[in-house]
């Protein structure tokens, strides 16, 4: 039982650190700030939320992230990302993250 409370509680609390995370970068992209850059931390089984959006934006084309969400499609969560490309189109990336357990 102990486990099982322990489990959801990481759970409950990892999910909201990568809205904040992107939050943050939103602000600091709207202030006119340089991000800087992280590395990738390779995840076995999938990408977290912050790690599709960093791989998103690296991909040249990228003026701004619009959203950022995800979505639980069978086993797996995909990330479902809404971008700017430098030319004013809105496109939405998807990107394979964790499995669901």
């Known amino acids: ?13 990892a999910l909201p650190a990568a809205a904040f995370d992107l939050e943050a970068d939103l602000k600091q992209l709207a202030n ?3 991000l800087v850059e992280q590395p990738l931390v390779v ?25 950022a969400q ?3 499609e069978g086993d797996r969560e995909v990330h479902h990302i809404r971008y700017m490309t ?3 189109k809105v496109r939405t990336a998807k990107v394979r993250g964790r499995r669901v357990r």
């Open 86 to 88: 430098k030319d004013g």
């Open 43 to 67: 995840v076995q089984d999938g990408m977290s939320l912050s790690q599709a959006v960093d791989s998103v934006r690296r991909r040249g084309n990228v003026e701004r992230i619009v959203s």
């Open 70 to 72: 995800t979505k639980v």
């Open 1 to 13: 039982m102990k486990s099982l409370i322990a489990i959801i509680t990481c759970i409950l609390f």
């Open 32 to 34: 006119g700030d340089t």
